[in-house]
């Protein structure tokens, strides 16, 4: 084994894409609508159930990707051996070097192979900020290593969760334009200064 290429780990989509990519519109047009933040968010419709069933599956595939898988621990054994083999400076004896993929496995034990995979991806070809150039010229210790995993899995953890905010949403009843026109009046009459944009399209009382 001479490079990373030869390790097999679970494959996903190129990390940085906009999590919502890949999204049904209907699913998408949806999430452009809610409004409020993850305790408190609100859609003017309910969800269909096509898109529930999309978002479940989709939400099952995110969860699977974020957890180490079974086979995960044969292929982050093969990450650190081509990511050791690639400094001869860090050469150690049999035993350092058992101890050493020990400690490894442990620190990463919670972080799926794919994310390991393309973390020691990025230490190798020196894609990583906020690191001393000359730091590259020895392995990652384990907590750069696995911080730089959790930076691989932003976009997965980004767009799941989106989904369970989506799925959480509370469903109001969209405000009429009449009886905003109405409301206005009423505080505009007591002296009130009500703007332009109140009230929120998604903030009237439940149906």
């Known amino acids: 084994m001479t490079n990373l290429a030869t390790v097999k780990a679970s494959q996903l989509p190129e990390p940085g894409a906009e999590p919502t990519l ?24 309910p969800i269909s159930e096509t898109d529930a069933r999309w978002i479940s599956g989709r939400t099952r595939q995110l969860e699977a990707w974020r957890a180490p898988g079974p086979d995960d621990r044969g ?4 990450v650190l051996a081509v990511l050791f083999t690639s400094y001869p400076a860090a050469a150690v ?41 000359k730091t590259l010229d020895f392995p990652p210790s384990t907590a750069r290593l696995r911080e730089l ?12 969760a989106a989904l369970q905010k989506l799925t959480r949403a509370k469903v109001v009843k969209p405000i009429d334009p009449e009886e905003r026109r109405r409301a206005i009046e009423r505080l505009t009459r007591n002296g009130v200064v009500v703007p332009t944009e109140w009230p929120p399209a998604a903030t009237a009382t439940a149906a």
Do not use: H
């Open 93 to 133: 004896s049999d035993d350092t070097a058992k101890t050493r993929i020990k400690t490894y496995l442990e620190a990463l034990s919670d972080r799926p192979a794919w994310a390991i995979k393309r973390a020691a991806e990025r230490w190798l070809k020196g894609d990583v900020s906020g690191v001393d150039r």
């Open 22 to 45: 890949t999204w049904p519109q209907s699913v998408k047009r949806l999430n452009n609508s809610m409004i409020g933040d993850f305790l408190t968010a609100e859609i003017t419709a």
């Open 75 to 78: 292929q982050i054994l093969q």
């Open 149 to 160: 995993a959790t930076e691989c899995m932003s976009p997965v953890n980004l767009e799941l």
